[in-house]
């Protein structure tokens, strides 16, 4: 069993910076890849970016590739999303995920946080 718990949303302008932390329970926190996906108002939930348990690949979308950075710390149970370079199409609930191997699909995920909203402003 793991228990996710994601922070540092808020609302910033465009161009602007954001960190987001997923925070875990449980023992077993290494044995499991973590991804974040998004949901905007009105659209499907979409894969963001992808950590493996070690944290040796990471794997994003296109949309965010270049401007997002997917990291891990094993020993803390968190992992980070930095978000660089944000613009209005950002503008989501970010939610991380964790299942035993990478999976871009949400429903292949075996537990969800709560999620956390990004707002950017133009």
């Known amino acids: 069993q793991v228990q996710l718990v994601e922070s540092g949303g808020g609302l910033v302008q465009a161009g602007g910076s954001l960190r987001l932390s997923c925070a875990a329970s449980?023992?077993?926190?290494?044995?499991?890849?973590i991804h974040w996906f998004r949901q905007a108002p009105g659209k499907e939930r979409e894969f963001v970016a992808a950590?493996?348990?070690?944290?040796?690949?990471?794997y994003y979308a296109d949309s965010v590739k270049g401007r997002f950075t997917i990291s891990r710390d094993n020993a803390q149970n968190t992992v980070y999303l930095q978000m660089n370079t944000l613009n209005p199409e950002d503008t989501a609930i970010y939610y991380c995920?964790?299942?035993?191997?990478?999976?871009?699909?949400?429903?292949?995920?075996?537990?969800w946080g709560q999620g956390t909203q990004v707002t950017v402003s133009s």
């Open positions: 995920a964790a299942n035993l191997l990478i999976n871009y699909r949400p429903k292949d995920m075996d537990y």
């Open positions: 449980g023992r077993t926190f290494s044995s499991y890849a």
């Open positions: 950590i493996s348990r070690t944290g040796s690949s990471t």
